[in-house]
């Protein structure tokens, strides 16, 4: 278990740049402002990303880095609105309604993803909620056979209810992810289908019972500086850190509401997930979708910067796969290690 400096003095409220206080070690705080988390976030790159890799070696001595597989076990057909969203029904994506997976090829593809070094198995539904029945059944059972593969399995189906919290628990869910996506502030104009409490409470079912929780969001929204940072406060002062982070930036799909966004900068990407690692140091922070978009060396700053996961498509998953043996590849140059499967659990706070 990683030790925590929780005693060390806390900073200021409101601290602009040039009074933020040396970062001497981790510190976990859940009463972060919007206004210090800016400050972090505005400061010059290379001395955001110097707090952060050393809050980063203060909790993650080791310094490995954990590869995640996503694999869609229902594709398409949402009835969600989120603009970025390629799979919500609504917008005229090319993506075709598929049906849930069965379980026997979802273990399938996890054995692949095993066999190819990833250590947690991620398996995503287009609903938006789960709906007890056989099809929660399977997922259910999915959970169970990724478990003993002797992976850690993940689950994202949307709203949960409390009750279906505790059976994914009981089949021995390891983490459930559940983005806020993005600020508060800025959350109506991307989804007017559920609110950000809707979004808060399923988190509170998970932390209830017992299950990691995942959630981050996404950048290049059209939000803010102010709506980032207050998307990491929402997080970071939740009444325990999420045990996982994904930060992701948007790839813009061609049909949906957000398709003309421009691409966030790579120097954005690095500064949302320096700022993520200072504000959150024992939670997992995932280089999560657009890194397709991003150079190696921005790929490695993010690395430096704190990012401890990368998550691997599911195209992982076929076998004729360019991108995986391509980050393969940059893992191997850079000396970077991968988490061993069922060897070294995470550390988390
Ligand atoms: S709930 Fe998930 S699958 Fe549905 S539209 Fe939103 S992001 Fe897409």
New binding site residues.
């Given amino acids: 278990m990683a030790t925590l400096e929780t005693d060390s003095p806390k900073p200021p409220k409101s601290p602009t740049p040039a009074t933020l206080p040396e970062t001497p070690a981790a510190v976990l705080r859940h009463d972060w402002t919007v206004a210090e988390v800016k400050a972090l976030y505005e400061l010059p790159l290379l001395d955001l990303v110097y707090r952060a890799q050393t809050v980063h070696r203060a909790v993650w001595k080791d310094n490995k880095v954990q590869l995640c597989s996503l694999l869609s076990i229902k594709t398409g057909g949402?009835?969600?609105?989120?603009a970025?969203?390629?799979?919500?029904a609504r917008y005229d994506t090319g993506v075709k309604a598929e049906k849930l997976m069965q379980v026997d090829a979802v273990l399938a593809d996890a054995q692949k993803a095993r066999a190819a070094g990833a250590t947690r198995f991620c398996m995503?539904a287009?609903?938006?909620e789960v709906k007890d029945g056989p099809q929660f059944d399977s997922v259910l059972e999915m959970v169970r056979g990724v478990k003993a593969l002797g992976m850690e399995a993940c689950c994202?189906l949307?709203m949960l209810s409390e009750s279906q919290a505790r059976r994914l628990k009981a089949a021995g869910l390891d983490a459930y992810n559940h983005n806020l996506d993005t600020g508060e502030s800025h959350y109506g104009d991307i989804?007017s289908t559920r609110t950000y409490q809707d979004r808060l409470r399923t988190l509170g079912f998970v932390r209830d019972a017992g299950i990691e929780v995942c959630s981050g969001g996404i950048i290049g929204l059209g939000e803010t500086v102010e709506q980032r940072c207050e998307m990491l406060v929402t997080l970071a002062n939740q009444p325990k850190h999420p045990e996982s982070v994904p930060v992701n930036a948007l790839v813009a799909v061609e049909g949906t509401p957000l398709e003309q966004q421009r691409q966030v900068d790579f120097t954005e990407m690095v500064r949302m997930i320096a700022t993520a690692r200072i504000v959150m140091p024992a939670s997992m922070v995932r280089l999560s979708a657009g890194r397709l978009q991003m150079s190696e060396e921005a790929q490695l700053l993010c690395m430096m910067a704190g990012a401890n996961s990368l998550f691997f498509g599911e195209k992982l998953l076929t076998t004729a796969n360019p991108e995986f043996g391509s980050d393969m590849a940059l893992l191997e140059k850079a000396g970077v290690k991968p988490l061993e499967p069922a060897v070294d659990k995470p550390v988390a706070q």
């Fill in positions: 949402c009835p969600e609105d989120c970025y969203c390629p799979q919500a995503g287009a609903w938006r994202t949307g989804i």
